[in-house]
């Protein structure tokens, strides 16, 4: 949220004893996990601000929207989040490539090779490997073909 609401360039630092200053006058829709929806509900009911939230009491919250997002609003409002921050960014994809012994211009043996790399993409991601942060993405030559799979993110 802190990102979200710094301008590009800049940082801004929160410190633990001023994150519930830091969200409480913040509308609801910018806490994580609430979307249009809920938005919608939080407000039908006269919760407008984060500390709206915040000061609402588990139980009302669960009552009001089940166990596990009841539970995630409380916590979120309050600054707790479990969630691990990540700090290098993800690879999103994996490739393979071949080079061709001799130009091949025929669109079939390409499909061929282009399937058969891409079906070695998706072993190693059955496998557990996870790409590294410089693969290439998708690419076809008259000597070269590479396959590209987007990785399979845990959710």
Known sequence: MAAASTPPGTTTVIRQT????????RPVAALHGVGPATAVKLRAYGLHTIGDIADTPMTTLVRLFGAAVGRALHDHARGQDPRT???ERIPKSLAADRAFEHDVLHPGEHRRAVLALAEEVAARLRDGHRPSADCPCLATTARTTSAVCPERRKS
């Open 18 to 25: 001023d994150v519930e200053s830091w969200l409480c006058p």
């Open 85 to 87: 921050v990540q700090t």
